[in-house]
C-alpha cells in the first residue's frame, strides 16, 4: 500500500519560514521524481517545486528564490523549505509522486499552510 504522508504546515506570519516533509512508503523512491503542488481556496491546485530521482529541480516563478526542494533518499523523505513567506502562498499542500519509469502517479492528503499577521 502506497502512502505519502505530509507534514510540518501550520500557521506563519508573513516574512516566516516553513519546512513541509513528505515520507512515502510502499513505492520504491529512488526511482519516483517528487512534486509539491498547492491548491488555494477557490483555485487550482499547481504546481510548486518537483525534484527529479537525479536531484533536478524546477519551481513555479512565484516562488523561486524562496522555496527550495530536496530529497533524501536514505529516508524516503522530500522537503519543501519555504522561506520569506507571503500571505499569497496560503494554501493546501500536496506531496506528488510519479514513477519515472512505471509512471504511476501518488499523492498525499495535504497539509495546511496558512501565512497571516
Known amino acids: 500500500q502506497v502512502q505519502l504522508v505530509e507534514s510540518g504546515g501550520g500557521l506563519v506570519q508573513p516574512g516566516g519560514s516553513l519546512r513541509l516533509s513528505c515520507a512515502a512508503s510502499g513505492i520504491i523512491f529512488r526511482l519516483y521524481r517528487m512534486g509539491w503542488y498547492r491548491q488555494a481556496p477557490g483555485k487550482q491546485r499547481e504546481l510548486v517545486a518537483a525534484i527529479t530521482s537525479g536531484g533536478s529541480t524546477n519551481y513555479a516563478n512565484s516562488v523561486k528564490g524562496r522555496f527550495t526542494i530536496s530529497r533524501d533518499n536514505a529516508k524516503n523523505t522530500v522537503y519543501l523549505q519555504m522561506n520569506s513567506l507571503k500571505p499569497e502562498d496560503t494554501a493546501v499542500y500536496y506531496c506528488?509522486?510519479?514513477?519515472?519509469?512505471?509512471?504511476?502517479?501518488?499523492w498525499g492528503q495535504g497539509t495546511q499552510v496558512t501565512v497571516s499577521s
Open positions: 506528488n509522486a510519479v514513477g519515472e519509469h512505471s509512471l504511476r502517479e501518488y
